[in-house]
């Protein structure tokens, strides 16, 4: 990855940060160009160690797709553990299910991030003197001087925030043959409630699947 792409990463992740709106950002997506299908029903399997997360996340993504008109079925049902689970026992699964399509989600990489706000100084002048910035010359040598010319400062320190940014990859799957149909990479800040982080992710990635016209 070029250093321009990293620092376009990084933009994109303080923008998450400081912008407070969606939690996700894609950072980049693929999509195979000799596929030629539409997807209808899509066997969704969520990689997770955490299995009362991996459950929200596909109910959600199961309810978005129905929203572009995809059945969706969650692997919980049939997979009671995603970390034990291998190809063979994901294959007999979506056969008996008729999927036509599989989406694998895994996180690849955490890491903290720190956003820095600056402190700042602000000033005014006391009654009569009208407003001002600070300005510290000649006479704060006398005390009548710089009483007669005396300033109310507001000091704001700077604060350092953290937070955790977790790099997932989905990728989509056919059914029939094995391929690659499409493959993304996005980050999530990790802040505030769960389910809000899971729908702005699910959102993000449903969009682009859509935009590539998959689904």
Request: glycine share 8%; proline share 4%; hydrophobic share 35%.
């Amino acid at each position: 990855m070029t250093r321009v792409q990293l620092c376009c990463i990084a933009m994109a992740i303080a923008g998450l940060i400081l912008s407070g709106c969606s939690s996700t950002a894609l950072i980049g997506s693929w999509r195979n160009p000799e596929y030629t299908g539409q997807i209808n029903k899509v066997y969704i399997v969520g990689v997770s160690k955490q299995e009362t997360q991996r459950r929200i996340f596909e109910d959600a993504f199961g309810e978005q797709l129905l929203q572009y008109g995809v059945q969706a079925i969650p692997s919980y049902r049939d997979i009671p553990e995603s970390e034990k689970v291998d190809r063979e026992i994901i294959d007999a699964k979506v056969r008996a299910n008729g999927a036509d399509a599989v989406l694998l989600t895994r996180i690849l990489d955490e890491r903290i991030e720190k956003v820095v706000q600056p402190g700042r100084i602000s000033g005014y002048r006391s009654a009569g003197y009208g407003y001002g910035g600070y300005d510290p010359p000649p006479y704060y040598r006398r005390y009548d001087s710089y009483y007669a010319r005396r300033y109310e400062m507001t000091y704001e320190p700077a604060t350092v925030s953290k937070f955790k940014v977790i790099t997932f990859e989905s990728n989509l799957y056919s059914a029939a043959t094995g391929e690659l149909i499409w493959s993304a990479q996005l980050e999530t800040v990790m802040e505030g409630r769960m389910q809000k982080m899971v729908q702005d992710f699910i959102r993000t990635v449903t969009r682009d699947l859509s935009s590539q016209g998959l689904i």
